[in-house]
């Protein structure tokens, strides 16, 4: 087998040597992200030429437009290269409130309810810093994002899942949330449209899940980087608009998938004010701020309506999206409908009676394509594997024609 590959499939190497006895349990324990692992080791078998067809991390083709950047090198050219206030700038919480105000119809004080963040991720963990004390639990689905078990162990929370079960269309009935609660439960986080499954909640949806926090004195962070990536004219709905919820809810947007802004890492939380305070403590400490010139870059990004090249990548990625899940669908062993939203396609491959991890495996030893396994994302994902769709038009090509090829051996 190709040594490249091989190690690819196999994970970090494992360090044994005497100073592991004073690492962290918390750390040692946890799993790699497996997103970015597997998106970091096909890059690293790029440069070293060989060939891979990556559709493993969420990240598009296209590169953040140039009116964005201009902004950033201009910043940068007139000397903004300075730390800005922890919270952000002034400038750049003025523009994330005009856009809650412009997309979401959410009236936000720039000053007191929006902290900058180096995106969704790093909002997340300093909301979670924010609501937990050791021990505390945190309510979330299965599947979700690699990274929320992970975060919260990290920070001596308590995970506890939730499955999604595809006969429910992957949505939470309340009666599940209910049946996990305890006195420790201090939050719960949801994700819409929802990475990995591609669902957009309605509002009925987000109004059982109030109705619970409600009744339980419960935060919900709500992680929504693909809030502007919604399919076939369905809506994103905020749940801090729904009544009662804009005090107990944590939004978290960002750049990183919606304008192609991954490396960046820009993004913003919008929270009440006493969230807010503690938030910005902790950018105080943790990072000091935001990078001045990323901020100013962003600044056009959510303080304009998207320009039409922003339009344009929209556009593509809906009819990427809808071709490559369609024709996945086409293959006999396949099951994968169009998402309604985000750019994964979530592919049932339980007819062909392998692992998510083997299937991932063999298809990228076979045939250089790289996806991520479901059972990366919860134990609920094991049957699925996922695909990110946005790619160049070549590569989805030549991706849909290798799994096809693979699928038919088996
Ligand atoms: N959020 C993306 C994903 O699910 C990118 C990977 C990451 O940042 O974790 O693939």
């Known amino acids: 087998m190709n040594l490249a590959i091989q190690s690819l499939k196999q994970g970090p190497p494992k360090i044994s040597y005497m100073s592991e006895l004073s690492l962290s349990d918390r750390v040692i324990s946890s799993e790699p992200s497996s997103t970015v692992r597997i998106a970091d080791k096909a890059k690293l078998l790029r440069e070293a030429g060989h060939e891979v067809y990556d559709f493993s991390a969420g990240r ?51 000053e007191t309810e929006i902290v900058a963040t180096m995106g969704c991720k790093q909002g997340l963990t300093i909301s979670l810093l924010t609501l937990l004390n050791p021990g505390d639990e945190v309510i979330i689905e299965d599947p979700c994002f690699v990274s929320y078990k992970q975060t919260i162990q990290y920070l001596g929370g308590v995970s506890v899942s939730v499955p999604l079960f595809a006969k429910n269309n992957f949505r939470w009935e309340s009666e599940q949330l209910e049946e996990v609660i305890t006195e420790k439960t201090r939050a719960i986080i949801m994700c819409t449209p929802h990475n990995p499954t591609g669902v957009v909640h309605s509002r009925e949806d ?94 056009v990004a959510f303080g304009q309506p998207p320009r039409d090249e922003v339009l344009d990548f929209w556009q593509q990625w809906e009819k990427k999206v809808v071709h490559f899940t369609n024709s996945l669908d086409q293959i006999a062993g396949l099951k994968c409908y ?18 998510s991890g083997k299937f991932c495996d063999q298809l990228l030893e076979d045939e250089s394509v790289a996806l991520v396994p479901g059972a990366s994302f919860g134990r609920h994902g094991e049957n699925f594997v996922r695909v990110t769709c946005v790619k160049s038009w070549d590569e989805i090509n030549e991706g849909l024609k290798r799994i096809s090829e693979f699928v038919q051996r088996f």
């Not at 009440?272 to 105080?284: A, D, H, V």
């Open 60 to 110: 598009a083709f296209e590169h953040t437009p140039s009116y964005v950047v201009d902004a950033a090198l201009q910043a940068m050219s007139a000397g903004d290269t300075h730390q800005t206030m922890a919270q952000g700038t002034t400038k750049y919480r003025k523009a994330c409130a005009n856009k809650l105000l412009r997309e979401n119809g959410i009236e936000a004080n720039p």
């Open 206 to 299: 987000l109004e059982e899940v109030a109705e619970v926090a409600i009744k339980h004195n419960l935060t919900v962070i709500t992680d929504e980087p693909y809030e502007r990536m919604t399919w076939g004219g369905r809506k994103h709905v905020n749940l801090a608009t729904l009544p009662g919820m804009a005090e107990r809810t944590i939004t978290l947007m960002s750049l990183t998938k919606s304008f192609s802004m991954g490396g960046w890492r820009i993004g913003f939380a919008y929270a009440s004010s006493n969230k807010i305070e503690q938030m910005t403590k902790l950018q105080q400490h943790l990072i000091t701020c935001v990078n001045s010139f990323v901020q100013a870059g962003a600044i």
């Open 338 to 355: 169009v998402p309604e939203g985000g750019f994964y396609g979530w592919v049932d491959i339980s007819e062909l009676n392998v692992s």
